[in-house]
Structure formats: C-alpha cells, structure tokens
C-alpha cells in the first residue's frame, strides 16, 4: 500500500480555500512567490581574468564567457540547450557587429556568436556579420533574428557607444537622430528591418573607453583592463549596467564624480520614453559571474 496522504473531499476543499486566499492577497499558493512583486530585467555580467592576455583576446575565454551567460539567462545546463533557446534551423541570422578602428568587436567573440547560432542549428549560409555594410547585405535585410555586440566606449554625439548606438547603421542618415544628444536612439529598434528581431545583446566590456575628447578621439591611458561581457535581452537593461560601470571607474580614476558631456541620457529616454526596456538598476536582477576583483558595481 502507498505511504502516500490520501486527499479528503474535505481537505481539497480546505486547500482550494487557502489557494484562493493566496490568490487575493498577492501570493501564489504552491511557490510563496510575492504575485505583486515586479518582475526584475535579468542581466549577466561574467568577467574571466585571462579574457585578455598580453594585449590579445582570448578566444575560448570569450566562449567560456558566452556559454556561462547563456545557461545562467536560459536556466539550462548545457550551451547547445541554452543557444537552441534563441535560435533554430529555419533562422536567417544578422550579427550586428562594430567596427571603429580604435576599438572593435573582438573577431573571437563574433566567431564565438556564429559558432553558437549554427550549433543552435542555423545554417552557416544563413548568417552575416556585418556593421556599416548591413544595409547591403542580404542576409541583414531578410533577417528573422538579430545579435547586437558592440564594445563600450565614451561617445562624442552620445555620451557613450554602447547597445542602442550600434543599430545606427540601419538607417541611410545617421546624423537624423543626433539632435538632443541621440536622445531617440530607442526609435533604430522600431524600424522594419531591425523591430522585434533582436534575441541577444552582448555588450563588449573587456577594456572600456571611460573618457574621451572630440568625436574620434582614442587614448588608451582612458581604457583599462575590466575583462568583462555584459549579456541579456534588454539593450536598455545592459546599457544602464554598463554605464554604470563606466561612471564607477570614472569616479576611481578622476577621484571626483565628474559628468559626462554630452549626457548618455537617451538610455534613460530608451525606457521612460520609448518604453524599449529597464533603464532602472532597481528593477535589473544582474547576475555576476566569475571574477569578481573591481567589479566596480
């Protein structure tokens, strides 16, 4: 005979009641969750210390990195699971990438990304990388999903380069949204070719550009050595994040919280404007993974 508790008409009725007071009060019944509570934007930051060694990227660092993130986002235990959460077979694949000399996308994370989508089952002819060129790709313009991977740097028009910068290569005219200190950025992800297509934002923080001066302007004393990928489905989310980070090293390194000109406000103008995502680190649940030695959040 089971040692199972048998259920009484009498008990089911009492655990129906229960079930519907929690209910009223906010609270789910089976897993004492807070039903009123807001759910949190979930950000991944994970660093590797050997993410960069002697001044070169590390490869299967980079793809340590990614896969990590990925079953940390996804809730799964293996990278093929977690890739085959945002892509499969019959997806057309364009991996926006950034190429400004100074600091580009990592060609071992673009190559990291590629290999994750085709490993999700996404034909290789099926993908592109591509930045100033995307209007003239074809994969880009029959795309079904989008990666969007930029490194994070201070900007001269912006504030600072970073997630919602990057898909302003979509458009013909990228100086039409320059008014106000780019602070319509939100609208790239409106457009055709670029609305509801975006499944990962990686945002590359392995030597942020924290200080610049004019619009091209590179010092590598204002770069340092963070190690770091900041990765979600929010752009808004993981700029807030990374902007954070920046400011913090800001602060360290001036010894005074000196404020960016122009402002990066259209991060903030992303989520209370134009409604794309979370500008707000209270509603972020940022998850950190791996080396945690300045953090600096």
């Known amino acids: 005979m089971s040692?199972?508790?048998?259920?009484?008409?009498?008990?089911?009725?009492?655990?129906?009641?229960?079930?519907?007071?929690?209910?009223?009060?906010?609270?789910?019944?089976?897993l004492g969750e807070d039903l009123t509570a807001e759910k949190l934007t979930k950000v991944i930051l994970i660093r590797h210390q050997d993410a960069v060694v002697d001044g070169e990227v590390n490869g299967a660092a980079l793809k340590s990195m990614m896969d990590q993130a990925l079953m940390e986002l996804t809730g799964t235990e293996h990278p093929i699971d977690a890739w085959q959460k945002y892509f499969t077979e019959d997806d057309?694949?364009?991996?926006?990438s950034n190429e400004w000399g100074p600091l580009p996308t990592p060609l071992a994370l673009e190559q990291v990304i590629r290999q994750g989508c085709i490993l999700a089952g996404v034909h290789p002819e099926n993908i592109d990388i591509d930045d100033r060129g995307v209007l003239k790709s074809e994969i880009f313009q029959k795309s079904t999903a989008l990666v969007n991977a930029r490194p994070m740097r201070t900007h001269h028009w912006s504030g600072v380069g970073s997630l919602l910068k990057n898909y302003i290569m979509f458009v013909e005219r990228p100086w039409d949204y320059h008014d106000n200190s780019c602070a319509d950025l939100a609208k790239l992800w409106e457009l055709p070719i670029t609305k509801g297509k975006t499944r990962l934002n990686v945002l590359v923080m392995l030597t942020p550009l924290f200080h610049g001066i004019g619009a091209h302007h590179f010092d590598k004393e204002f770069t340092w050595g963070y190690h770091g990928l900041i990765v979600g489905t929010d752009p808004v989310a993981c700029d807030a994040v990374g902007l954070s980070i920046i400011k913090a090293r800001r602060l360290e390194y001036f010894g005074e919280d000196r404020p960016m000109k122009p402002s990066p406000h259209h991060i903030a103008f992303a989520d209370t404007k134009h409604g794309l995502g979370t500008a707000d680190l209270n509603k972020i649940d940022l998850v950190k993974l791996g080396w945690e030695e300045g953090i600096l959040i």
């Open 3 to 30: 040692n199972s508790k048998l259920v009484t008409r009498r008990d089911f009725l009492k655990g129906a009641s229960c079930a519907a007071m929690g209910l009223a009060v906010g609270v789910n019944p089976i």
């Open 92 to 96: 057309i694949v364009g991996i926006k």
